[in-house]
């Protein structure tokens, strides 16, 4: 059973930082390509960065710069460090594997207000 946990999130103002974690549980993890998805308000959930089995990292232009992921495959966890943080950054942050699993945690909220 395909399990994510996503942490980290919170309110933080704008220029500040966060780092995500997202423990993950019942998938080939160091085999799997992994990637972070966010949606803001009345949106559909969006994928913005990538990281490959290999450690090849991709991102979406609106984050990248800004935000870096990276993962530990002894401990089956993906992280995501945003820095820089901006308004239109708020929105709830997930992870999954690329393609992704269909199955979705519960994600972790990111504000970024004054």
């Known amino acids: 059973q395909v399990q994510l946990v996503e942490s980290g999130g919170g309110l933080v103002h704008p220029g500040g930082s966060l780092r995500l974690s997202c423990a993950t549980s019942?998938?080939?993890?160091?085999?799997?390509?992994l990637g972070w998805y966010r949606r803001t308000l009345g949106k559909r959930r969006e994928f913005f960065a990538r990281?490959?089995?290999?450690?090849?990292?991709y991102y979406d232009v609106s984050v990248k710069g800004r935000f870096t992921i990276s993962r530990d495959n002894a401990n089956n966890t993906v992280y995501l460090q945003m820095n820089s943080l901006k308004p239109e950054d708020t929105a709830v942050y997930y992870c999954n594997t690329i393609p992704n699993t269909g199955a979705w945690g519960q994600g972790t909220q990111v504000t970024v207000s004054s």
């Open positions: 990281i490959s089995s290999s450690g090849y990292t």
């Open positions: 019942g998938i080939n993890f160091s085999r799997n390509d």
